[in-house]
């Protein structure tokens, strides 16, 4: 059965403060992997997709990276702005609860 | 550009009463179309997903029903809620052939009392 995993399921840190959302995978054949951004009452929003291990996105402090197992949303010098809640999904529709990230100005 | 409709935005509705949630897509034909509900504590559930006018496919058994009556019209609906049907539901399309990259709407906040 297709899984998707995530941690921490909430992750506070300081304006500045680098750090890296989880998301774990089993799946057969995959046929991408999928980050989303989602704020509170909203749909969420596309991100980055990556299909194969060693693939990175970078969008702004933003970068995702994929390896056979897991894929990491690193965060770099995150501001107030980038609170949101993360998802991550495969094979295009089976998501993870999600990573809520806040950002302590 | 290629915009989706959800409404109504929020809707409090008592246990044993319809539903009739409606998704509209704008600036794309024959899109593949998806209803998700996201319940409090929990992921992102896949209720149904259309590739086509009158072709549904249902993930979860359950009192909900979809229905694709025109190309870019997905309905969702009820005919006796339950408590466990509250949550958030989003209609959203895809795009992409090898793995499909999703856009969503702005979701319907329902409770049932």
């Known amino acids: 059965e297709d899984q998707v995993t995530q941690s921490p399921e909430a992750l506070r840190l300081q304006e500045g403060e680098s750090s890296s959302l989880n998301c774990s995978y089993t799946v057969s054949g995959l046929r991408g992997l999928f980050w989303y951004r989602q704020d509170p009452g909203k749909g969420p929003e596309f991100l980055f997709t990556?299909?194969?291990a060693g693939e990175e996105k970078e969008k702004e402090r933003l970068k995702a990276t994929l390896t056979k197992k897991e894929s990491f949303l690193h965060i770099t010098a995150p501001k107030p702005e980038d609170s949101a809640t993360y998802l991550c999904a495969v094979q295009a529709v089976i998501f993870g609860k999600g990573t809520r990230l806040h950002i302590l100005p | 550009s290629q915009t989706i409709h959800q409404w109504p935005a929020t809707l409090v509705q008592p246990v044993g009463s319809p539903l009739s949630l409606e998704c509209t897509v704008e600036?794309?034909?024959?899109?593949?179309l998806y209803w998700y509900r996201q319940a409090a504590g929990r992921g992102l559930q896949l209720l149904f997903y259309?590739?086509?006018?009158?072709?549904i496919s249902s993930e979860v058994p359950q009192n909900l029903s979809a229905s694709r009556p025109q190309d870019r019209q997905f309905i969702l609906s009820s005919k006796k809620l339950l408590l466990s049907d509250s949550g958030f539901y989003l209609c959203a399309r895809g795009e992409g052939t090898s793995g499909e990259k999703l856009f969503f709407g702005s979701g319907t906040q329902l409770s049932v009392l």
């Open positions: 259309s590739v086509g006018i009158g072709q």
């Open positions: 600036g794309t034909s024959n899109p593949n």
């Open positions: 990556l299909y194969s």
